[in-house]
């Protein structure tokens, strides 16, 4: 399962906060991702890692719909992002929403940030664990949000995709 | 455009044949084939290919269906197998039929060779060309089938999933 709990942050002010806490930086990724029309809660997505020229065919599963913290995830790497979308296109799906966003990567323990400036639609920092016991994942991000200066107040519990439409 | 013509040979003469006619030979693969049901003439296959440890995603559409000689094909090679399949069944795609094969695959020039031993079905060589100019893919896949010896009547139209249903 992927808990994550995604925040309104100020970019720079962000980065030295993570860094300030001596997260390891993992790289920096150019993302483009392509959401397709699916039946909520499930999520279809094929993502382009434009500056490492990777691409990712990602299908998900709101464990928590209208939260959005709780995500059952399969994903694989695909060898073209033209041509994955093109197969899913004639299996009948409905390209949706397109999300650009520059995301920086950092790891602390188990603990994954993802930094991202999105697009239209302002900087966010997604904090996220890899774990089935939901409630240990949901108080470890906590307990690494506070330290970072975070508040309830601060949750941004849509989707980037739903942010985009909204605007 | 993938032009093919399949047809019904004994394996270990045909190899012989192949290798006589110059053919480089570019290795043996041993390919499990998982179909899914998808409305004719269209095909949707996860392909893995056991001892180079290696899956593809691959939609095909019939251009000539019933004969089954000409196909419009998109592939992606992803990171795994199992994931692959289960994303495409969470989607909604039904598993239709399972084709296992030993594979020897040569080049000659533009035609691609093919030599198969399928799992419940007997051997069977697939002379392949990679061009939008069906005419002349057909005319040098015949040229090539001559050499060999073969001749209309050896040829099999019927798709091997068509083939280990009607058993």
Do not use: C
């Not at 150019?30 to 959401?35: A, K, T, V, W």
């Not at 065919?57 to 928590?64: M, N």
């Not at 239209?120 to 506070?146: H, M, N, T």
């Not at 330290?147 to 601060?154: F, T, V, Y």
């Amino acid at each position: 399962m992927e808990v994550e709990v995604k925040f309104r942050v100020s970019f720079d002010d962000m980065k030295g906060k993570i860094e300030d806490l001596g997260a390891e930086f993992k790289g920096e990724e150019l993302q483009e991702d392509l959401y397709f029309s699916l039946p909520h809660p499930e999520l279809l997505r094929v993502r382009w890692i434009r500056n490492l020229g990777r691409a990712y065919i990602t299908y998900k599963y709101i464990q928590d719909p209208g939260k959005n913290e709780e995500f059952d995830e399969l994903e694989v790497e695909v060898s073209d992002f033209k041509t994955a979308v093109e197969i899913l296109r004639r299996l009948g799906f409905k390209e949706d929403v397109l999300v650009k966003k520059r995301r920086l990567v950092y790891k602390l323990g188990d603990v994954t940030f993802e930094l991202s400036d999105v697009e239209g639609l302002g900087s966010f920092l997604d904090i996220e664990i890899l774990s089935d016991d939901v409630v240990y994942a949901k108080e470890r991000i906590w307990e690494v949000a506070k330290r970072l200066g975070l508040a309830e107040k601060d949750v941004e519990p849509r989707l980037y995709q739903e942010l985009l439409k909204e605007k």
